[in-house]
């Protein structure tokens, strides 16, 4: 279980990701952040993308409709906080099931 990146640190992940450079040292190594802060999207491709780079892990909260969790899985997310573990443990093994057999 990956340690979450403190506020400043989720800012500066998400800026790095588009200036392209991100600070390999942080105190966590999981950017927990929403999909969207109001009309903002935070976890875009780029951002995703940059802090795999940087080995940071990317977990998005809180997600609690299995098609929703499922398509930020197949854009590379690593975990989700939700709501409705049963649903969403469920979803998990089926969607890794499918993508790795």
Not at 39 to 66: F, S
Request: aromatic share 6%; charged share 20%; proline share 5%.
């Amino acid at each position: 279980c990956a340690l979450g990146l403190s506020i400043s640190q989720c800012k500066r992940v998400i800026l790095g990701a588009y200036i392209g450079h991100i600070p390999d040292r942080f105190a966590g190594r999981a950017l927990q952040i929403p999909p969207n802060k109001g009309l903002l999207p935070l976890a875009t491709g780029r951002v995703i993308q940059a802090a795999h780079r940087a080995r940071i892990e990317t977990h998005l909260w809180t997600i609690n409709d299995p098609d929703c969790a499922k398509h930020w899985f197949a854009r590379g997310i690593d975990g989700i906080f939700t709501d409705d573990v049963a649903s969403m443990a469920n979803m998990i093994a089926r969607f890794r099931e499918n993508k790795h057999g």
